[in-house]
């Protein structure tokens, strides 16, 4: 116990698992347990190194440059201060040279000096008289001889007024810059100068500043590449570091929440590393140091196995992988179910190490001993119950079955072991007398019923459903007594119906006949309703019409009579022929309105038969405007068609030509003076649709329903004065609907009517007779 106390001692450091490879897991946990403060603090200082590797390069690369910069400006002093001494120097000596030897050709002078002194190509010797006229130069080539000195250097001022007091001083020739030295000889007749380019002077000088400069360029940028590929490997490094810390963190919530730990076992030295959720599991605080074999076999259950035992034939290679289930030892005291599994890291190696995981299975363990629990009263209450019961896994195999079910169907114990086919056991069961498949009233998905007559007489009910596995369950009731009475029910039960059944035709007999009485008296309603409708309706057409028929036939008689008498003188007058006119149209008249109600009554009557033709409607509708036209003109009314010349239609021409005319009289009849009347025509699905416009008085809403009913009118302000039977929507309506069409009208009162009549397009003309 007391190492077992250990593994939760609040004085050990927590040790925080990493991912390792698998191969060396226990040699990397041991490095990292001696190295661990050491790499502490080498991470701590490494962020303070990062920072200062940069300016330390940068500081480096200063320091050069400003020692490089010394060094170069020190070597072109010294080059400047040689170069100044050697002109004064070779100035004095030739001043000298010349006083010395008066007489001596300056050329001459000139050239000994040279091979004598250390002038190299590029200085230039000249010798003046005391104006500073040169009178020798070299080398030759320089051209100066005859010119005056002065002239030719500017800015040299102080050399030609002191001489070798004025020293060396930096003089312009042309537009180069050139150190000069004058010498005025001892006897005053003269002057020697020497000069050289400072171009020349520092020609290496420059040379070695731009070797410098490269050296310095290629040097810094070598250093700032590799300061740069440092900075990438740093940021690859954090950029893994912080992969892996997400790894690792999200492997050890994995661990955590999957309630599983790894462990890896050392062998050779007797040591066993947990992974922090290890310790979790188990409630002991972590630790950085390895377990030994002690400590951990001290927290496993005796009765779950001996480590040291096991540890034993791991290293006789009797084995070489663990699957073991054992309890552990809680913090609090409980025991805990683990299941681990571990396989030898390589068998072949000299040390054995062992590399797993743990596995909290305590809920799983508990959740199988209360499935065992379950099963257990599962059987002893399937055995318990008086139906048979057997179930079938999903290869119709056997599961398992009651005493009832061995005892209705003759099986032994042997003849139902678990995992027998059930072909083989029916083969076994006692021969049925009868089986019938009944119907379920839940459809295919309710199951199966079967009835079994047994050898014994008995009756069984077997109910077969399916389980959600696939497997079936077979439940048999003995339902003996209930066929028994069944047989007594089926009998008292058809005595019954045979009652029933005498009861149910004497009562349709009489429902019939109540049905019979209900329709017959119904039709006689509805009859009534039509004929008193209709008498009704031919009343009021009668009284409306009296007024009509009695004024053509009075102007008729009196007119006649007035004739016959020849009140008014012999019958060749002029007046006579005014009432032999009025007599022609009152005539006319009366057989317009006795026509219209002749139509209406053979329409009516199913007696009106129309002959189909194909027809042109243009000229029919031309014909029909010109008919109307004379009433139209007595009233200054326009009519208008907007008709195509290529319409036709397959229809009786008498019948169309009636409708359009009896339309565009009413048209007309009710159109103002100086009003406008449309005529159109088109095409459109299949039927052709012939349309009357006009803008007159219009018909009230109230009397829409009235018009194309036979022998009704609809009298108004507008229309009481205007004569005519009333007969020509209905006769038009009659027509349309013969030809399997129909007329539509709509009206606004005081702005127009619109009346359209739908006539349906045939292919070929059919005689068509009015059903009676």
């Not at 188990?282 to 496993?300: A, N, Q």
């Amino acid at each position: 116990m007391a190492k077992a106390d250990a593994l939760r001692a609040p004085g050990r450091v927590a040790f925080e698992w990493r991912s390792r490879p698998r191969r060396s897991s226990a040699l990397i946990g041991n490095a990292r347990l001696i190295a661990g403060p050491a790499y502490g603090k080498l991470l701590a200082a490494e962020p303070v190194l990062r920072r200062l590797i940069p300016s330390l390069i940068i500081l480096f690369l200063i320091v050069v440059a400003c020692l490089r910069f010394l060094s170069m400006m020190s070597w072109h002093d010294d080059i400047e201060r040689n170069a100044k001494t050697i002109l004064t120097l070779s100035a004095g000596e030739l001043a000298k040279a010349g006083a010395a030897a008066p007489a001596t050709d300056p050329q001459e002078l000139l050239e000994d000096a040279v091979r004598q002194g250390s002038l190299n190509a590029d200085h230039i010797l000249a010798v003046t008289d005391r104006d500073f006229k040169v009178l020798a130069v070299s080398p030759k080539s320089t051209r100066w001889q005859g010119q005056a000195l002065d002239s030719v250097i500017s800015g040299g001022q102080p050399l030609f007024l002191f001489g070798e007091r004025a020293g060396v001083l930096d003089v312009r020739v042309g537009d180069a810059e050139w150190y000069a030295a004058v010498d005025l000889r001892p006897d005053g007749k003269g002057a020697a100068a020497v000069l050289v380019p400072q171009e020349a002077v520092f020609l290496e000088w420059r040379k070695a500043v731009s070797l410098n400069v490269t050296l310095f360029v290629l040097t810094a940028g070598v250093l700032l590449i590799v300061l740069y590929a440092y900075f990438c490997q740093v940021t690859r490094a954090k950029s893994a570091d912080r992969i892996l810390g997400d790894s690792l963190q999200r492997i050890d919530m994995a661990l955590v929440r999957g309630r599983c730990g790894l462990w890896d076992w050392d062998m050779v030295r007797g040591k066993m590393y947990w992974s922090r959720s290890m310790y979790d599991m188990l409630g002991y605080e972590p630790c950085e140091t390895m377990l030994s074999f002690g400590e951990v076999d001290e927290i496993i259950h005796p009765e779950d196995g001996n480590l040291f035992e096991l540890a034993e034939r791991i290293v006789a290679r009797e084995i070489d992988q663990i699957d073991q289930v054992f309890r552990m030892r809680h913090a609090n005291g409980q025991w805990v179910w683990m299941r681990a599994r571990a396989q030898v890291m390589d068998p072949d190696a000299p040390e054995i190490q062992l590399i797993g995981i743990a596995v909290d299975v305590t809920e799983q363990r508990h959740l199988v001993l209360r499935s065992e629990a379950a099963d257990l009263r599962l059987r002893t209450a399937i055995e318990n119950i008086n139906e048979s019961f057997v179930l079938w896994d999903t290869s119709e195999r056997l599961v398992m079955c009651n005493s009832k079910f061995q005892h209705d169907n003759g099986l032994s114990d042997r003849s139902v072991m678990p995992g027998t086919p059930r072909t083989e056991i029916e083969e076994r069961m006692l021969a049925l007398a009868s089986e019938r498949r009944l119907a379920n009233a839940n459809g295919p998905n309710g199951g199966i019923t079967i009835e079994r007559q047994l050898g014994d007489g008995r009756w069984l009910q077997v109910n077969e459903l399916k389980t959600r596995d696939g497997g079936t369950v077979s439940v048999g009731s003995d339902i003996t007594q209930i066929k028994q009475h069944q047989d007594k029910l089926m009998d008292s039960e058809r005595r019954l119906m045979a009652t029933i059944h005498d009861l149910s035709l004497a009562r349709r007999a009489e429902e019939e006949r109540t049905r019979e009485l209900v329709e017959l008296n119904r039709k006689y309603i509805r009859e009534k309703d039509r004929a008193e409708a209709a008498n009704q309706a031919k009343s009021e057409f009668l009284a409306n019409m009296s007024h009509e028929l009695r004024t053509p036939l009075n102007a008729i008689i009196g007119f006649s009579e007035l004739m016959e008498q020849a009140l008014f003188g012999p019958l060749g007058s002029g007046r006579y022929e005014e009432y032999a006119t009025d007599i022609n149209s009152s005539g006319k008249y009366l057989l317009g309105v006795i026509n219209d109600i002749l139509d209406m009554s053979k329409i009516e009557a199913g007696q009106f038969s129309i002959e189909r033709e194909q027809i042109d409607l243009g000229p029919l509708i031309s014909e029909t405007v010109r008919v109307v036209s004379l009433q139209a003109a007595q009233k200054a009314i326009t009519v208008e068609t907007r008709i195509a010349d290529s319409l036709s239609l397959v229809a009786d021409r008498r019948a169309i030509k009636q409708i359009v005319i009896n339309l565009l009289s009413n048209a007309v009849k009710f159109t103002g003076q100086g009003g406008h009347i449309v005529v159109k025509a088109r095409n459109a699905s299949g039927a052709l649709t012939l349309t009357i416009e006009d803008n007159g008085c219009g018909i009230p809403k109230t009397a829409l329903g009235k018009l194309g009913r036979p022998f009704e009118q609809v009298q108004n302000q507008f229309s009481k004065n205007h004569t005519g039977s009333g007969l020509g929507l209905a006769i038009s309506r009659s027509l349309a609907e013969l030809h399997g069409g129909a007329l539509k009208i709509r009206s606004t009162e005081g702005a127009g009517t619109i009346v359209s009549v739908r006539i349906p397009l045939r292919k070929a003309p059919q005689p068509v007779r009015a059903a009676a």
